[in-house]
């Protein structure tokens, strides 16, 4: 069974940081730098449209999370993966300063974290285009709590590794945490230290 969430950043830069904090000004001038043509750069091409679509999947996500009894104390989730990813590992941008933190999902109730498969902005999509290729009604535009992943996941095994994955190889085949609550996780940072 999976029992932590991961967050992948980098190394040379502070953790658990989110474009939804800035002002779009900064967070488009973020994007432009970080735009390329890998896996991890290519959603920053239209950095406008991107802050949109990611604004407006970060509200589904919250409105959806509540109505299941989740209580969030942020406006904007900090992202999270269920276990480990190695497609996450594999395109990072810059494996040298490639950095991963596990949290213990024993740090988090079911009001503070809500997940999608895969990544919540492919899984609305997916959920509202319902492409005959990838789309799977029972994963794709669906907020679940803690316990309903964690069911899933007993029942399917590790999405990366047991999973019939539809998803082609350039698109995140992980279950995305979201976490709502992010003075828990710089609490548990000043435990590391």
Same mark, same amino acid.
């Given at each position: /069974? %999976?029992? =932590? $969430?991961?967050? =992948?950043?980098?190394? @040379?830069?502070? +953790?658990?940081?989110?474009?939804?904090? $800035?002002?779009?000004?900064?967070? %488009?001038?973020? /994007?432009?730098?970080?735009?390329? @043509?890998?896996? =991890?750069?290519?959603?920053?091409?239209?950095? !406008?449209?991107?802050?949109? &679509?990611?604004?407006?999947?970060?509200? #589904?996500?919250?409105?959806?999370?509540?109505? *299941?009894?989740?209580?969030?104390? &942020?406006?904007?989730?900090?992202? /999270?993966?269920?276990?480990?990813?190695?497609w996450l590992v594999e395109v990072a941008p810059n494996?040298?300063?490639?950095?991963?933190?596990?949290?213990?999902?024993?740090?988090?109730?079911?009001? @503070?974290?809500?997940?999608?498969?895969? &990544?919540? /902005?492919?899984?609305? #999509?997916?959920?509202?285009? *319902?492409?005959?290729?990838y789309y799977q009604a029972e994963l794709h535009g669906?907020?679940?709590?803690?316990?309903? !992943?964690?069911? !899933?996941?007993?029942?399917?095994?590790? +999405?990366e590794e047991d999973w019939e994955i539809k998803l082609?190889?350039?698109?995140?085949?992980?279950?995305?945490?979201?976490? #709502?609550?992010?003075?828990? $996780?710089?609490?548990?940072?000043?435990?590391?230290?």
């Open positions: /069974m %999976i029992d =932590y $969430l991961t967050h =992948y950043y980098s190394i @040379d830069k502070e +953790p658990f940081q989110s474009l939804s904090a $800035l002002s779009d000004e900064e967070a %488009i001038k973020i /994007m432009e730098r970080l735009c390329d @043509d890998t896996p =991890y750069g290519e959603r920053f091409k239209n950095p !406008i449209q991107y802050l949109k &679509d990611r604004k407006d999947t970060e509200h #589904w996500v919250r409105e959806r999370f509540i109505a *299941k009894g989740g209580r969030p104390k &942020d406006k904007f989730p900090t992202s /999270m993966v269920l276990g480990s990813s190695k494996r040298e300063k490639h950095g991963e933190i596990r949290i213990p999902l024993s740090v988090f109730t079911e009001q @503070d974290v809500s997940f999608t498969y895969p &990544d919540s /902005m492919l899984s609305r #999509w997916l959920g509202l285009e *319902k492409p005959v290729e669906k907020v679940f709590t803690l316990s309903e !992943i964690l069911s !899933i996941v007993e029942k399917k095994g590790r +999405p082609p190889k350039h698109l995140a085949p992980y279950i995305e945490a979201q976490v #709502w609550n992010r003075e828990l $996780l710089l609490e548990y940072r000043k435990h590391l230290k």
